[in-house]
């Protein structure tokens, strides 16, 4: 017979604990939800199982590279193994890495730049229709302007931090 095993904060566990008294304890609950997910899963149509083509390096590092390392991948917020992956992920493909928080601070920026490009696109329309005076829609226009400025900086900004990201993971001393 297989043993399962898993590590949960005690937290979870002391809510796992509560939930369990019902049906007869901790192994009873566990073994009602590993046979609830077998079932299912032998249910379902067979699908390509996910082999993940990756491979294991094991790197020797003396005491200052270690350190370096363990300084990078903290500034970094990633662990020091997925900080080396990165680094030779970089240099083979090309492709850029960025830390969690800096991912998701980019995919804000983005989908605030689409709404804004959706907003921009209604007040195009809007003055293509609208029949105002002169000064009226000059300065609608002068707004648009200030918009369209405000958006090229927005844009700088967002090349600059992919720029910063590639520099990062070039060759350093």
Same mark, same amino acid.
């Given at each position: 017979?297989?043993?399962?095993?898993?590590?949960?904060?005690?937290?979870?566990?002391?809510?796992?604990?509560? !939930? !369990?008294?019902?049906?007869?304890? +901790?192994?009873?609950?566990?073994?009602?939800?590993?046979?609830? !997910?077998?079932?299912?899963?032998?249910?379902? $149509? $067979?699908?390509?199982?996910?082999?993940?083509?990756? +491979?294991?390096?094991?790197?020797?590092?003396?005491?200052?590279?270690?350190?370096?390392?363990? +300084?990078?991948?903290?500034?970094?917020?990633?662990?020091?193994?997925?900080?080396?992956? !990165?680094?030779?992920?970089?240099h083979a493909?090309?492709?850029?890495?960025?830390?969690?928080?800096?991912?998701? #601070?980019?995919? #804000?920026?983005?989908?605030?730049?689409?709404?804004?490009?959706?907003?921009?696109?209604?007040?195009?329309?809007?003055?293509?229709?609208?029949?105002?005076?002169?000064?009226?829609?000059?300065?609608?226009?002068?707004?648009?302007?200030?918009?369209?400025?405000?958006?090229?900086?927005?844009?700088?900004?967002?090349?600059?931090?992919?720029?910063?990201?590639?520099t990062y993971?070039?060759?350093?001393?």
């Amino acid at each position: 017979m297989s043993v399962l095993s898993v590590r949960v904060p005690d937290d979870l566990a002391a809510r796992f604990d509560v !939930a !369990a008294e019902s049906v007869g304890g +901790r192994s009873a609950l566990l073994f009602r939800l590993v046979d609830g !997910a077998a079932v299912a899963a032998s249910a379902a $149509p $067979p699908t390509a199982r996910l082999v993940r083509n990756a +491979r294991r390096l094991m790197v020797r590092l003396a005491v200052p590279e270690a350190a370096h390392v363990t +300084r990078e991948s903290a500034a970094f917020g990633m662990p020091p193994a997925t900080w080396v992956a !990165a680094l030779v992920r970089r240099h083979a493909t090309g492709k850029p890495r960025f830390a969690r928080p800096d991912e998701l #601070a980019l995919i #804000a920026i983005q989908v605030e730049l689409r709404r804004i490009g959706v907003n921009v696109n209604q007040i195009a329309r809007a003055l293509n229709t609208a029949v105002m005076e002169g000064r009226v829609l000059d300065l609608e226009l002068a707004y648009l302007d200030d918009l369209r400025a405000e958006m090229r900086g927005h844009m700088e900004g967002l090349r600059e931090a992919f720029a910063g990201n590639l520099t990062y993971w070039e060759d350093a001393p």
